[in-house]
């Protein structure tokens, strides 16, 4: 699964990553070490003609949805069944979205069951985008609420040893066409969800701090094999 990830660049740096039209209205967007599900997240869509930036709440809500609290469960969502699930096999189609992230955390297991939580990244460390579906919800009250979900996908051969799922990490080539709404073939969208290539990645152990969302800050990403 993914279920924390850190988006420490500037909005002006995921404006121009984007490319994103300067005149358009952007949220205001901090430097985060410790994304977790439930929180409003950064996402970037494509409506039609050109790309926008905004906020979704992580964890989806079909719009047909009785209650948003499906949500907490519907963080992820696996590649290889998305058109088999009646909550995402529309959304592939029409709803996609990329979460721009600089890296993500998993727990790994070590031999006596504790766990050490790790921080994986791309080796330039650079911004990479992972493939996601959005939909909108509204409540008996009128409510509208616009959610979504991070795909997974098997572990590389660096993961494999951490986890056995991974955020499908789009190739910057594929972006385009994850985003845009009027890309016919579902079947060229489904092998855009592969596991990211492991050698173009790293990963390294930090501290149990990122196990509680309220810790928020650098601390969360220090190398503690360092200490």
Not at 70 to 81: D, F, S
Not at 99 to 116: C, H, M, N, T, V
Request: aromatic share 8%; proline share 7%; net charge negative.
């Amino acid at each position: 699964m993914c279920g924390r990830y850190t988006i420490i660049v500037s909005i002006d740096e995921l404006i121009m990553r984007y490319f994103i039209e300067e005149e358009m209205s952007v949220p205001f967007h901090r430097p985060r070490y410790n994304v977790a599900p439930g929180q409003m997240v950064m996402a970037v869509i494509n409506d039609g003609s050109r790309n926008r930036i905004g906020e979704l709440k992580w964890g989806l809500v079909p719009s047909w949805a009785k209650d948003e609290k499906i949500g907490y469960m519907m963080i992820n969502a696996r590649a290889e069944t998305l058109t088999e699930k009646p909550a995402f096999r529309k959304l592939i189609a029409r709803k996609r979205a990329i979460i721009p992230a600089d890296s993500f955390y998993e727990w790994k297991r070590a031999a006596d069951g504790s766990k050490q939580p790790m921080r994986i990244m791309l080796k330039n460390e650079t911004t990479f985008s992972m493939a996601a579906l959005y939909d909108t919800w509204q409540s008996p009250d009128g409510r509208k609420i616009s959610t979504c979900t991070i795909i997974t996908t098997s572990p590389n051969e660096l993961m494999q040893n951490i986890h056995d799922r991974m955020p499908v990490i789009l190739k910057p080539e594929d972006e385009a066409a994850w985003l845009n709404r009027n890309e016919p073939e579902i079947g060229d969208l489904l092998e855009m969800l592969k596991a990211y290539p492991a050698e173009e990645m790293k990963a390294y152990p930090v501290s149990p701090l990122v196990g509680n969302v309220k810790n928020d800050n650098e601390a969360c990403i220090a190398d503690v094999s360092l200490e």
